[in-house]
């Protein structure tokens, strides 16, 4: 009978060599292979190029204590990814120092990489894909129209490699995954020319249930068990958790906060009349939400949006999950686990009919037009194009994730914002000067001082601040604003 367990990590990636391909995942502590990440490192193979959804550095603890896919930057020639950086710490500048001296960046969304990868598992030559038409992810794509739409050609994605970390493997490589953290790996495991696993447990063959098995052991080559001084065992995501608890920004960004998050500075007009506070937009943005609706938020005041969902609204988090509950808070962080966090890192709590998947059954649900979605934004044209994801004309200043993929696959994109930005600008202008998300995606614009609906005619005004008049809220808004006939306060 097979047998395809191999006995150390650096036996595991022996027969590496420079200039391969690698796909790891790295979506949370749970869902990064470290330990196979660890063993290349000692290698020392050069020239790699990595396939990643979330290039980040975990700016606590050491090497011996978390790995993640960025301390192979030394060791690379190109990087494929979604992500790169946290945007609260200043996005991919890490990285301009190995791009200066030749690492080449390619950069995606959430869901082409995984559709990309499937093409590669199903040997396709390829496929078009209607998102990131019009932004910088089109330039030098070929593109076609097929019916009227747009679209651009992505090439498949054949790792030579997949490092994949699961939660349990028979010896015959059936693998089985805990939480959200299957994200990508199921995906990249038939992709890759050589799987590697590590895994919680090694059990005997026949002794996972047939009916939990995820990945198949024929997209399995080899398995590895950690062992009890191995990196993410359960006693050092525990360790890192209690530390994560004890830091500010960590605390901000990865758990619900007691009080609301503080209101954006408002300057300007803002000196002499109240604006909304952000938990008000997302109060009046959840108000656009019924009973059965499916529904992604984006980070920032979208995610506020949860606190006032009415009965009967499911959530969804593009790296696998549907019917979450509620996120941990600040002061409930022994409640946090590794493998239930959503696309932000942030960390919620299982609730009864929820339902977890792959990234290749999430963004079904995305770009088929089953959600909803509230995201953040930094500019909307007249015309509905949305620009949030980077102020600059540096593509690693800003970070895409599956922004792109929520704004052209939903069926409804509701956007939160301020009205203006610190400086007093306008946020919805006539036309996007920042680096496009989508074009013509927008359905309504929820600000500090008004409610928009995009129309085929321009900007229907149809809600105002209390104490605004249309005229102040037309003075801060580039684009001129159609008015409701039945034009009304924003109700508080």
């Known amino acids: 009978m097979l047998n395809k367990v191999v006995t150390s990590f650096n036996e ?21 292979p470290q330990n196979l990440i ?35 930057l030394p060791q690379m020639k190109k990087l494929i990814a979604a992500v790169v950086g946290f945007q609260q710490l200043g996005a991919g500048a890490f990285v301009k120092e190995y791009v200066e001296n030749g690492l080449e960046v390619e950069l995606s969304t959430h869901g082409t990489l995984a559709s990309r990868l499937y093409a590669g598992a199903a040997g396709l030559g390829g496929f078009l894909n209607p998102v990131g038409v019009g932004t910088i992810l089109a330039e030098e794509k070929e593109r076609r129209v097929i019916n009227g739409k747009e679209y651009i050609f992505e090439e498949p994605i ?17 693998l089985v995954y805990k939480g959200t953290y299957r994200a990508d790996q199921p995906v990249m495991a038939m992709a890759a020319k050589v799987t590697i ?8 063959v026949g002794e996972i249930d047939s009916e939990q098995v995820v990945t198949p052991g024929a997209f399995v080559d080899r398995i590895v068990e950690i062992p009890e001084d191995g990196l ?37 007009a803002s000196k002499t009349k ?10 009046r943005a959840a108000k656009e939400l019924k009973d059965g609706d499916y529904v992604n938020l984006g980070l920032g005041i979208p995610n506020l949006c949860a606190l006032y969902i009415p009965e009967g609204v499911i959530f969804q988090s593009e790296n696998g999950a549907l019917g979450y509950g509620p996120l941990v808070m600040e002061d409930e962080i022994e409640k ?70 929520l704004a052209v696959g939903a069926k409804r994109v509701i956007i939160t914002m301020e009205h203006t930005t610190r400086e007093g600008k306008p946020k919805i202008v006539k036309k996007c000067s920042y680096p496009l998300t989508a074009r013509k995606c927008v359905d309504i614009i929820i600000t500090d001082l008004a409610v928009i609906e995009v129309i085929p005619e321009g900007l229907l005004l149809k809600e105002v601040a209390p104490g605004w008049t249309v005229e102040e809220v037309q003075a801060l808004t580039e684009p001129k604003l159609i008015m409701a006939p039945n034009l009304k306060e924003i109700e508080l």
Not at 16 to 30: H, Q, R, T, V
Not at 43 to 60: A, C, E, Q, S, Y
Not at 234 to 248: A, D, N, V, Y
Request: hydrophobic share 40%.
């Open 336 to 405: 946090a686990e590794f493998h239930y966090v959503d696309a932000g890192g942030r960390f919620w709590t299982p609730e009864p009919g929820m339902a977890l998947f792959d990234l290749i059954t999430s963004f079904a649900m995305i770009r088929g037009g089953r959600l909803i979605t509230i995201l953040g934004g930094l500019q909307v044209s007249q015309k509905g194009d949305l620009a949030n994801w980077n102020v600059s004309g540096d593509a690693l200043g800003g970070t895409i994730g599956g922004g792109m993929d």
């Open 38 to 72: 660890a063993a290349v490192k000692r290698k020392g193979v050069r020239d790699l190029t990595i396939m990643t959804h979330n290039f980040i550095p975990l700016p606590i603890g050491s090497e011996d204590e978390v790995t993640m896919p960025t301390v192979l």
């Open 274 to 283: 109240q604006r909304l506070d952000r938990d008000i937009i997302a109060m």
């Open 197 to 204: 696993a590590e895994v919680d447990e090694i059990v005997e």
């Open 232 to 268: 993410g065992t359960r006693q050092k995501k525990k360790e890192l958790l209690s530390r994560l608890g004890g830091i500010g920004m960590a605390r901000k960004m990865l758990f619900r906060q007691i009080c609301a998050d503080e209101s954006a500075d408002n300057v300007g």
């Open 158 to 174: 054949r790792p030579d490699y997949a490092f994949i970390r699961g939660y349990k493997a028979d010896k015959l490589g059936n």
């Open 12 to 32: 595991a990636v022996a027969d590496i060599p420079d200039g391969a391909l690698i796909a790891m995942e790295c979506w949370g502590i749970s869902a990064t």
